[in-house]
């Protein structure tokens, strides 16, 4: 790959990432929930599954599922029904009048589970239709036929893994400073209604959209 192509495929990468959605979201309603590490594990687990949708890409199995109808409609109602389970959850929260904790960076801090948060990364990176659509339309136009299809997608997914990293990290990291103010009860349950509006809302729009 040149310099050029590179340079293009850097800047559309960091465009995507830095752009607000469903990632983006997650990462912020779980650093509320569980802190720092919440929020940095939970994008781990959303980045993770990148190098998923790159060998997906790869292996040609997205030429099948743009063309079978039913595969891309069931992808598609999965990502919509954790999305809007998602938002229930927050409102869940909102209707129990519960106000969330932002866990302390000790190892004591009771609101952080590693599984939990990996898990809800990747199924909300691997579900997300947005994410697969993107991968199949966009990768190619970076491959070199001449080399291999799966080590270029990687390696593209690789920049695209580290860039996300890091602005999801520092996403949780402003959101951990603005603990003080997000703990207070009113603003927890304006937040937690936000962000489980939100969320319901992406997974319509996901389930509706043609």
Avoid at 83 to 95: A, C, E, F, Y
């Amino acid at each position: 790959m040149g310099i050029a192509a590179l340079t293009t495929y850097l800047i559309a990468i960091t465009l995507l990432t830095i752009t607000p959605g469903v990632d983006t979201m997650l990462v912020i309603r779980n650093t509320a929930r569980g802190g720092w590490r919440d929020g940095a594990v939970s994008s781990l687990g959303i980045c993770s599954a990148l190098f998923l949708h790159a060998t997906i890409s790869a292996v040609g199995i997205s030429v099948i599922l743009l063309q079978a109808a039913w595969a891309f409609s069931l992808l598609k109602m999965a990502g919509a029904g954790y999305l809007i389970w998602l938002g229930l959850s927050s409102w869940r929260k909102v209707l129990k009048q519960e106000r969330f904790e932002i866990a302390n960076e000790s190892p004591s801090g009771g609101a952080f589970l590693v599984q939990r948060s990996l898990r809800e990364g990747f199924l909300s990176n691997i579900l997300n239709p947005k994410t697969a659509i993107f991968y199949m339309a966009f990768l190619p136009q970076f491959i070199n036929p001449a080399q291999s299809a799966l080590l270029q997608s990687l390696f593209l997914a690789g920049l695209h893994f580290v860039i996300a990293m890091i602005w999801q990290c520092l996403l949780a990291l402003m959101v951990k400073q603005l603990k003080r103010w997000l703990q207070r009860p009113r603003v927890s349950q304006v937040f937690d209604g936000v962000t489980g509006t939100v969320m319901i809302a992406l997974g319509l729009r996901v389930a509706t959209e043609g």
